[in-house]
């Protein structure tokens, strides 16, 4: 964990759904899959915790909705490259020193479930 100015705080979004096309066989590529996704960020919480005012915190929503851009216009052939513009797009577009995201592809099929997970910060 990073700590931010002397606070270490996460905000964590879990369960993210998004329909996507994501795959390398032909056959992955003309359907849409879900891949669940769950993402802890370094983000001081301080201002909105003392203020109580939502305009002080990280929205969430924006975050969830910025995750769902991201993979659905990439249409990426591995959950690895999902994961890292995932995580370059959070960085890039919020005051984050620290990001964690985990992808999950279900393989009903085959009896797993694909999870990449990987952690980034600024540089």
Known sequence: MVSIGGVTDTVSIRDLRVATVIGVYDWEREIEQT???????????????????????????????????VVT????????????????R????????????EVAKPLPAEGYTAVVAIERGRR
């Open 35 to 69: 891949l669940v996704f769950a993402v802890d960020m370094a983000a001081d919480v301080t201002a909105a915790a003392a203020s109580d005012d939502i305009a002080n915190a990280l929205d969430y929503s924006a975050v969830a909705a910025t995750v769902r851009t």
């Open 90 to 101: 959070l960085l890039a577009d919020y005051r984050l020193g620290w990001v964690r995201v």
């Open 73 to 88: 216009e990439g249409k990426f052939q591995l959950i690895e490259t999902a994961a890292e513009r995932v995580a370059e």
